[in-house]
């Protein structure tokens, strides 16, 4: 793990990713929204993410040499969940569009968000290469 | 999963709205038609929506299969409303029957209107979806600017 991209920008990157993720499925959800019997899905930061953050290795598997397969679960998934709670209308759809549409726009700013802490960082380290900018 | 992914599945809800409204304007436009080619009165048309997957390439195929299941929507048929039409009494009526009827199409003006202002809004929701997700790849596109 290097010092320029270290955790905290690999961690930037999966949350991009899982929001972008998560963007799809809202986009599906929206897209079926007239559909009979459909459930809407939604994805859930997963337990693995988590791991991954923390750095904690999967139960009874060690590293013992340098040259073994990292045990930190370098792909976090995201999980895919269904909506259980939310009330089918007559054609068995259960799809709640102003749910639906503030999940979109949450989504859209913490991507934002996301976005906006990896340019800072970005600029920090530009900073601290120029040597605090004074040449 | 990229970009273009959620700009396909929004297009196909797009295509979905944009569907259902021509059939709404096709059962609007027919309302007091009492002669088709097929014969009789007109009968009103649905469409039937379902949801399909939208992956193109095999890893997107094999991905849909173990983990998401991020699914279009596409309108499989169209069909016919087969029941009875409205019988309205006018002996004066080119297509009137022997005892004076008139066989109407059997549907409800409101029962359209609502579905054409449903299908608009569901339309515009798909439009913001779109944006919405046009708006994270510009974001995306500014990292490091």
């Known amino acids: ?135 | 999963m990229d970009f273009f992914t959620a700009m396909r599945i929004s297009s196909s809800g797009l295509t979905v709205q944009r569907t259902r409204m021509n059939v709404t304007a096709s059962n609007l436009a027919n309302v007091d038609t009492t002669r088709t080619p097929e014969g009789g009165a007109y009968k009103p048309r649905h469409a039937v929506v379902a949801a399909i997957p939208v992956a193109q390439t095999f890893g997107e195929v094999l991905a849909d299969k173990l983990h998401t299941q991020t699914t279009g929507a596409e309108v499989v048929t169209i069909t016919a409303d087969e029941g009875p039409g409205r019988l309205v009494y006018d002996p004066t009526h080119p297509d009137s029957n022997q005892d004076g009827y008139v066989e109407m199409p059997n549907l409800s003006v409101v029962n359209e209107m609502v579905n054409m202002v449903t299908a608009n809004r569901s339309y515009e929701a798909n439009v913001s979806a779109m944006q919405s997700l046009k708006q994270m790849a510009k974001n995306a596109f500014e990292i490091g600017a």
């Open chain 1, 1 to 135: 793990m290097s010092v320029l991209f270290d955790r905290l920008t690999t961690t930037i990157e999966r949350s991009l990713d899982f929001q972008l993720e998560r963007g799809n499925v809202i986009s599906a959800n929206l897209a079926n929204v007239d559909t009979p019997g459909y459930t809407p899905t939604d994805l859930q930061f997963s337990e693995q993410l988590h791991r991954y953050l923390v750095g904690e290795m999967p139960r009874g598997i060690s590293q013992t040499d340098g040259q073994h397969l990292s045990t930190v679960v370098d792909e976090p998934r995201a999980d895919v969940e269904f909506d259980h709670f939310a009330l089918p209308n007559q054609d068995g759809n259960s799809v709640d569009l102003d749910h639906e549409m503030s999940k979109l726009s949450e989504n859209q700013i913490k991507y934002r968000a996301s976005t906006t802490f990896y340019n800072k960082r970005m600029a920090l380290m530009k900073y601290a290469i120029t040597e605090g900018g004074g040449q």
